[in-house]
T-cell receptor, first 113, second 114 residues
Framework: DQQVKQNSPSLSVQEGRISILNCDYT??????FLWYKKYPAEGPTFLIS?????DKNEDGRFTVFLNKSAKHLSLHIVPSQPGDSAVYFC????????????FGTGTRLTVIP | DTAVSQTPKYLVTQMGNDKSIKCEQN?????MYWYKQDSKKFLKIMFS???????INETVPNRFSPKSPDKAHLNLHINSLELGDSAVYFC?????????????FGPGTRLTVT
């Protein structure tokens, strides 16, 4: 049973515009969330995270928003750059117990120059 | 310097064989993991391991076994390989103390079973 879902397999955005990637989760026990970026033939690279005690975390061009009541989070990239083109994975975990991450299936972002 | 490395990057083998994938991290982390990314691109935890505890995802067949010679290495052994084992396998590591939660991933090993 997939506990983290990314329902959009792909997204295309013009350079300079905002990219919004969405993620939903079903397990209310998750209390931290991460976004990873993945290029072909490489491992996922950590991008940004958020704890469940916050609803927003910002790092440069990247901002993650968390809506706990909706069990939804989103990653905003602004302005989008061609180098941002990659697959983005949402992941969730629990602060207690094993530090396992549960991943979504990814969204392929293409930023068009 | 590569933080988390895996060897080999590609592995092609026949059904029934036994193979190993090696993983090393130079981050000083206490916990290491193996993930499997299947043909649907779904990245799923297989094992997490630190010097105290091995936690196995119950869906992983016992043909798969992690072995850790020291805390910087976590190798994955697979016995009697099957066609369905074809996937990309990622090793990862993290700090046990949970000051941060991110895991650092290796580049992956693409296993093809013929």
């Amino acid at each position: 049973d997939q506990q983290v879902k990314q329902n959009s397999p792909s997204l295309s955005v013009q350079e300079g515009r905002i990219s919004i990637l969405n993620c939903d989760y079903t397990n209310s026990m998750f209390d931290y969330f991460l976004w990873y970026k993945k290029y072909p033939a490489e491992g996922p690279t950590f991008l940004i995270s958020i704890s469940s005690i916050k609803d927003k975390n910002e790092d440069g061009r990247f901002t993650v928003f968390l809506n706990k009541s909706a069990k939804h989070l989103s990653l905003h990239i602004v302005p989008s750059q061609p180098g941002d083109s990659a697959v983005y994975f949402c992941a969730a975990g629990k602060q207690t117990g094993a530090n396992n991450l549960f991943f979504g299936t990814g969204t392929r972002l293409t930023v068009i120059p | 310097d590569t933080a988390v490395s895996q060897t080999p990057k590609y592995l092609v083998t026949q059904m029934g064989n036994d193979k190993s994938i090696k993983c090393e991290q130079n981050l000083g982390h206490d916990t290491m993991y193996w993930y499997k990314q299947d043909s649907k691109k779904f990245l799923k935890i297989m094992f997490s391991y630190n010097n105290k505890e091995l936690i196995i995802n119950e869906t992983v067949p016992n043909r798969f076994s992690p072995k850790s010679p020291d805390k910087a290495h976590l190798n994955l052994h697979i016995n009697s390989l099957e066609l369905g084992d074809s996937a990309v396998y990622f090793c990862a590591s993290s700090q046990e103390d949970r000051k941060t939660y991110e895991q650092y991933f290796g580049p992956g090993t693409r296993l093809t079973v013929t």
